[in-house]
């Protein structure tokens, strides 16, 4: 019903745009007098008018219309007294589901009864009285709208405030987001806080939280909630993970950027760096098939040849998929800055009898490192919060090891192990996915600030 | 003299050398970054493209057997051939391939070298063609998994007969039914129709794909205006205060989040405190659009940017108020900028994983999603969740569906490319 009504309304502020330009079209010509704006903005006016309040009446309605029919239907119910909150919750999804016409309960009671009659009319009246009000609110406003037109006033004055004050609130999203995050991770995670002390999550050496789920029946005490929330190992593990994918990407993508920033002719360089970047193109679920399907098994066979105990799931293969993935991340970056290095560095430094390599390492690097260095660091942290590279290639036991070759786990693993399927809400082992969340959220905000604070801060100026 | 020479041309000599090493380890790490973007596609493609065809067994299947007069089908409405009961019918059409086999156990085998929708098959056939069935029809039914891998030589056949899926009877059969050459490949439609299902032999990536179409979809209809407004504020019309600057640095933190935390986000606001209904394309499409915001933004500022003030100023000059001259002139020729720009943002969403695994579009679903409230998958997911299965079909089907994902970001980054080509004005 949603889509009809809102195409009703979107109808009505198109045939409303035509007749505020009618209306305005008309008084210019009976009254011989200019009005202020041209006519086709009393034509957007009415639009406004006739659209904007009515969309919001219907927001308006949606968000608070299933509460108040809970209220109606249940109203019998909450009159006796006898119900909790989850109760109440419940047996009103029992009641929708019998009015669809499952059935649910074992005898029908009276009460019930005339709680899916209630339902049935409410639902078919709520929906008639959404209707009424919000087409008839457009339409009176519509009405209101055109009658005020006169050669007083200034639509254009006023449509240009309501597009500038749409654009503010469009621009307010990415504060809403970053609010919406903080406020979701910090509200579970002081309620995960609450329940396991914050020193036990940050240096604690055990992560089980599977424990707790299993002995959820009994009474948990204290002390088992410290030993299943240590992050440590997880923590280990990302860095780990992380390290190793650094160790390939950093070589391999410094390398690249100094071939082709320096070496390479223009022609090389317009067909490689597209290939390249299309490594940061490549969905993170691609590399995570890849890294289990045969990376993992191509690392095992070696070290198994080698006389080494591999884990299936090892910390290498899924660091070195990831290091891959990050590649183009660097060499653009630092291609970009070592690019940007004045030209009279280079030329100086050759007018000294300086080789290309020389140039490069004593004169080149040194002059981009801020850059570069920021370049490290954003791939840091798009190696931390890297997820489906390590759900889908590294270990899911979080064990403390610093053995490439065993398998390791991530924060992000562990967040999707946790959450993936359903969740009960007020377990710690859900909260501490969010305390999880909420420590990687920090260490990436950091690293990028950091990253930011370092190119700005040491970039040399030139010129 | 002669020794500071040749010291000289020894030293020069080595710098030479670690010149040419140098350039080496160069050309070599962007060899190996080069060669792994080749092994990444040669991978999926050389395992993925056999899932485009499927293994499909001849039968020819007696329907005078289940009627007396097949004339009288084409009367039948498609409720009374639901319920025609078919279940023997249709084994006893498959045991005439082979009418000697007596054993029950044999039997079994032989039904199990087909998927086990065979009578749902059987029916389906019979119910589109209902008006000129004749008394015995050959209809093409589809192997079972195991089947199909080993007709395709994905499976091996000389392992022992306990560690393989497939027994040695069955490849008898198989082998007998190749050589009578009622053993045959078509494409693979169903494929790309079909939702999921535990069978491999039937899985398909339909479901996913329209999951897929209606979450981008989401995307579009709210990270384009909402990115393409907020970009225009900032760029045109935000004053120099401590409000705007908090929303830039806003934007670019944004843009460095983890997306699996943009998940957290989705699961703790949208699901949990708004209610909106769990694993649909809706929600999946509000949680990417905020993730995909800071690139629309970012890339539609960057593209206002390099319109030239003279435009703006022209406009201005004939007495077009700041919001005429930016929206009648400024943002048109920003348009292609902006467009490149979604398109890379959309690009990303489609690819996107982690935050769909948490607002639970991990779901198994079968049907195909009719509107974007319906539970579905996503193709990423979908390529998530057949990795994770056992059976050696969905191996294939992972690298087709992987292949698919790659085939529309390819699509999608040539249109944003063709954009920027045919529209960009250069001043």
Known sequence: MGFIL?????????????????????????????????????????????VVPALLILLMITSFKSFFIEQYVLSDFIALGSYTETELSLLFTQIENTAMGIKLFDENTILIDGAVNKLNYINKTSENLTYVTVLGFSGLLVLYSIFNINHK??????????????????????????????????????????????????FGLNWSPQRVFVREAGDLDTRDLANAFGAVPLFAGTFLIALIAMCVSVPVGLLTAIYMSEYASPKVRDWAKPIIEILAGIPTVVYGFFAALTVAPLVRDIGQGAGLTVSSESALAAGFVMGIMIIPFISSLSDDVIKSVPQSLREGS???????????????????????????????????????????????????????????????????VILIGDQEFDSPKTQSAFALGLTLFVVTLALNFIALQVVKKYTERYD | ??????????????????????????????????????????????SGYSAFYRTVIQVDVPFLNLIEDTTQFSEMSSEDINNLSMYSFSKKAIYRLFPDIEEKKDKKMLIRLFSIEFEQEIREFLKSNKSNINETETIYLTASDDVDQVNKGNYPRDLDEDKRRIKDIQLLFFDDLVDRGLVSYEFNLPFLMRGDSREPELAGVGGSIVGSLFTILVVLILSFPIGIFAAIYLEEFAPKNKVTDFIEININNLAAVPSIVFGLLGLGIILNTFGLPRSTPLVGGIVLSL????????????????VPPSIREGA????????????????????????????????????????????GMVAFVVDVPQTPLDASASLPVQVYLWSESAERGYVEKTSATIMMLLGFLILMNLAAVLIRRKFETKW
């Not at chain 1, 654009?167 to 990415?174: D, I, R, W």
């Not at chain 1, 609010?179 to 002390?197: A, D, K």
């Open chain 1, 6 to 50: 809102i195409a009703l309304i979107i109808l009505i502020g198109i045939t409303s745009y035509f007749l505020g330009n009618l209306r305005a079209k008309n008084l210019r010509t009976s009254n011989q007098k200019n009005l202020k704006s041209l006519s086709h903005y009393y034509g957007y006016y009415v639009a406004l008018w006739a």
């Open chain 1, 153 to 202: 006033l200034n639509s254009r004055k006023i449509v240009e405030k309501f597009l500038i004050v749409l654009y503010f609130t469009c621009s307010l999203v990415a504060i809403m987001t970053t609010v919406g995050i903080i406020f979701s991770l910090l509200y579970e995670t002081l309620r995960f806080f609450s329940q396991v002390p914050i020193t036990d999550f940050l």
């Open chain 1, 350 to 416: 050759y007018a000294m009898g300086a080789t290309k390599r020389e140039t490069i390492v004593k004169v080149l690097l040194p002059a981009a490192l801020p850059g570069i260095v920021g370049s490290f660091l954003l791939a840091v942290s798009r190696a931390i919060g890297e997820t489906m590279i390590v759900v889908m290639a590294a270990g899911l036991n979080a064990k403390l090891t610093a053995n490439p070759l065993d398998a390791a786990t991530t924060i992000t693993t562990q967040i999707v």
């Open chain 2, 1 to 46: 003299m002669t020794d500071r020479i040749e010291q000289r041309i020894n030293s020069l000599n080595k710098r030479l050398n670690s010149e040419k090493r140098f350039r080496i380890y160069c050309i070599g790490a962007m060899s190996f970054a080069l060669a792994w973007v080749l092994i990444l596609f040669l991978n999926i493609f050389s």
């Open chain 2, 291 to 306: 993730m995909t915001l800071p690139t629309i933004i970012i890339a539609t500022r960057a593209s206002l940017r390099a």
């Open chain 2, 316 to 359: 201005l000059a004939v007495g077009a108020t700041k919001m005429q001259a930016v929206m009648h002139h400024v943002v048109p020729v920003a348009m292609p900028g902006a467009l490149t720009g979604t398109i890379i943002g959309l690009a990303q969403a489609l690819g996107e994983t982690a935050p769909l695994l948490l607002i």
